[in-house]
T-cell receptor, first 119, second 112 residues
Framework: GAVVSQHPSRVICKSGTSVKIECRSL??????MFWYRQFPKKSLMLMAT?????????EQGVEKDKFLINHASLTLSTLTVTSAHPEDSSFYIC???????????????FGQGTRLTVV | QKEVEQDPGPLSVPEGAIVSLNCTYS??????FMWYRQYSRKGPELLMY????GNKEDGRFTAQVDKSSKYISLFIRDSQPSDSATYLC????????????FGQGTELSVKP
C-alpha cells in the first residue's frame, strides 16, 4: 500500500528556534499534500494545502510566516515552524494525495505524525 | 457551529459489544465520508469510505450515511480490545481531493 513517511517523529526545540518537518510519499507521486495540526484529545485541524511548484494555500487563521511550507518535488513537502514558541507545541500530521488515485477523494495517505515540543 | 460534530466520548464497552459511533455535519456540499482509526501518537489510518447514502460493510465494520439528515455512523460488531483507539469521521467536498474536514474523534475503549 501507499506509504507516507514523516520525519522526525518527535522533536524538542528551544523557544525562538525553527524546526523543519518533512513529509515524503515513498511509492507514489503527490502533487498535493496537506498539513494538519492536532492538539491532545482534539481533532485534526487542516492548516494548509501544499502544491508542488506553487504556493501553499493556508486555512483561515493560520499564520503563513509562522508555518512555512515548501513542496519542491512530487514526493516531498516540508513544514517549517519558524521562531517556535511553547504554544506551537502540538502533533503535526501530513497527508499526501496519490496522483494516480481515482476520482474518489480518499486517495490521501497519512504520515505517522511529528510531536513537537517547544521548551 | 462546527462543520462536523462528533461526540468525543470516551466510550467504554465490553468485548464483543456492538459499538455505534456517529457524526453530524452542516455542509451539504460534503460528498465523501470516511472513518479513520487513530492509535495514540500515530497518524490516522483509513477504515471505511463511502460517497452515497446507505450502508457499506467491510468485515466487522459497517458505515452508514444519511445525507438527508446529514448524519453518518460507524458500527463495529464483535468489538475487540484491539479496536481500542480514537475514531475520527472525516468528510470532503467533491473535487477537493484529499482535503478533509475531521470530527473531533471518539475515544473508544474495549474491555476484555
Amino acid at each position: 500500500g501507499a506509504v507516507v513517511s514523516q520525519h522526525p517523529s518527535r522533536v524538542i526545540c528551544k523557544s525562538g528556534t525553527s524546526v523543519k518537518i518533512e513529509c515524503r510519499s515513498l511509492d507514489f507521486q503527490a502533487t498535493t499534500m496537506f498539513w494538519y495540526r492536532q492538539f491532545p484529545k482534539k481533532s485534526l485541524m487542516l492548516m494548509a494545502t501544499s502544491n508542488e511548484g506553487s504556493k501553499a494555500t493556508y486555512e483561515q487563521g493560520v499564520e503563513k510566516d509562522k508555518f512555512l511550507i515548501n513542496h519542491a518535488s512530487l514526493t516531498l513537502s516540508t513544514l517549517t515552524v519558524t521562531s517556535a514558541h511553547p504554544e506551537d507545541s502540538s502533533f503535526y500530521i501530513c497527508s499526501a494525495r496519490d496522483d494516480g488515485g481515482g476520482p474518489i477523494n480518499t486517495e490521501a495517505f497519512f504520515g505517522q505524525g511529528t510531536r513537537l515540543t517547544v521548551v | 457551529q462546527k462543520e462536523v460534530e462528533q461526540d468525543p466520548g470516551p466510550l467504554s464497552v465490553p468485548e464483543g459489544a456492538i459499538v455505534s459511533l456517529n457524526c453530524t455535519y452542516s455542509n451539504s456540499a460534503f460528498q465523501y465520508f470516511m472513518w479513520y482509526r487513530q492509535y495514540s501518537r500515530k497518524g490516522p489510518e483509513l477504515l471505511m469510505y463511502t460517497y452515497s447514502s446507505g450502508n457499506k460493510e467491510d468485515g466487522r465494520f459497517t458505515a452508514q450515511v444519511d445525507k438527508s439528515s446529514k448524519y453518518i455512523s460507524l458500527f463495529i460488531r464483535d468489538s475487540q480490545p484491539s479496536d481500542s483507539a480514537t475514531y475520527l469521521c472525516a468528510m470532503s467536498v467533491y473535487n477537493q481531493g484529499g482535503k478533509l474536514i475531521f470530527g473531533q474523534g471518539t475515544e473508544l475503549s474495549v474491555k476484555p
